[in-house]
């Protein structure tokens, strides 16, 4: 999610609590969209020349007002309308780093979780493109702090040297981009916008691995980076040894900087984390919530943010003064809302073709051609697995098959992932990019 989007939700809030009717939210700003968010202003869209004009001309003022309440310093609002930020930033927007002033290494808690990947961090910001901490790859499980990390690190290099071009990019987004230049003519252009980058910080890097466009192009990218001696950046859910199907090539290159890893945070780090963002959301919780909080939510720090953002809205929209009931039932809210939410067979379906390129009508239908049937098992082997759909259930969704298919193809998987670790990994991606639909 754009992080910007988060803080617009909290400026529509304030803006409620400050009295703006909800006819007034409704009309002007359910339609304007969050941008970003950089060390000075705040950028966002509206559909429409009618709809710029009115909260431009009325609601700037409230806006920043907002603002200033949320980061006590004075930001700049700039209202464009979706197409002239398609005309005037479709390059720039990933040129200048999405700053979100949370994300700082003043605001990183260090515990022994992720101290090594902090220090690596620091070190890569203050000096970029020294001789050994190139590239710079920071993996780990998700919600633990690594995209912190990366915007940190263009946040440091940013303030140092105003002049460098940073870029970051998501590894999905890399893919599409590409796609889309080799589609439009435009390879040259691309290739100068990542080429030219004194900083290059990709995001989830494991989303290239296994498109093969895509990763020559990295690979050419990362050579005219590194020789010219520019730091790179990596974030990966998994170390570059467990990218199975990363080409080759650019296995060691990974491997051959500086690979730093973050794991889920221990208790102490967990309440470290807790006291801060409680204090910093003006919340005031005693020791022994603070411990049960940290006793029960361990698996990553998204998830404590959520709980303490459960916390904040029960006690600000519904009155609750903060007590152990409280806390209790933002922990349990926590818990169930991951289990709640399961993927649909859409979903699925969706993240499947999107993995194969196939179009979801075509897997669902007839056609039997190997990687067509590959496919299709797979999604049906995901859906089994990820949802509460019966058998016959699942058949339905694809052109009707009988239950007996769906389970060959069921067992088909299983076996192939035990006896074959690529086609084991490319379930275990399938999976996280599920799994990233519901975060
Ligand atoms: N050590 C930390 N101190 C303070 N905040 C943290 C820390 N680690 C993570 N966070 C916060 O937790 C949230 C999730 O972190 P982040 O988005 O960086 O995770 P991630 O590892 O990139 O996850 P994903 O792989 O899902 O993108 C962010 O709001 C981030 O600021």
Known sequence: MNPADDIWAKVIELMKQQGLSPT???TWFDDAKAVSLTEDSFTISTPNDYTQSVIK?????????????????????????????????????????????????????????????????????????????????????SGLGKTHLLYAIAHTIHANHPDYKIVYIKGDTFTNELVAAIREGRNQQFREKYREADV????????????ESTQEEMFHTFNTLYEAGHQIVFTSDRPPKELLRLDQRLQTRFEQG?????????????????????VRMGLDLPEFLLQLIAENITANVRQIEGTINKIMAYRDLMGATV???????????????????????????????????????????????KDIVLARQ?????????TNLSLDEIGQEFSGRDHSTVIHSIRQIEES???????????????????????
């Open 417 to 439: 992932i035990k006896s074959d670790s690529e086609k084991a990994e490319i379930v275990k991606d399938i999976t996280a990019n599920i799994n990233s639909r519901y975060e």
């Open 24 to 26: 007034t939210i409704k």
């Open 323 to 369: 007590d152990k009931d409280t806390v209790v039932r933002a922990v349990k809210d926590m818990f169930k809302e991951k289990s709640d939410i399961l993927p649909t067979a859409d979903v699925i379906i969706d993240e499947v073709c999107k993995f194969y390129n196939i179009e979801p009508t075509i897997l669902r239908g007839q056609g039997r051609s």
């Open 258 to 278: 500086l690979p730093a890893d973050i794991k889920p945070p221990d208790y102490e780090t967990r309440m470290a984390i807790i006291k801060t963002k409680a």
């Open 57 to 141: 001309s009325l609601y700037i003022p409230k806006i920043e007002a907002a603002l200033k309440e949320l980061f006590s310093m004075d930001l700049k609002v700039v209202v464009l309308t979706e197409k002239e930020l398609e005309n005037t930033s479709a390059a720039k927007q990933d040129i200048l780093f999405p700053g979100t002033s949370d994300y700082t290494f003043e605001r990183f808690v260090v515990g022994s979780s992720n101290r090594y990947a902090y220090s690596a961090a620091r070190a890569v910001a203050d000096i970029p493109g020294r001789a050994g901490y190139n590239p710079l790859f920071i993996y780990g499980e």
């Open 200 to 211: 290059f910080l990709m995001d989830d890097v494991q989303f290239i691995a296994g498109r």
């Open 378 to 386: 797979i999604a049906m082997y995901q859906i089994r697995r990820m």
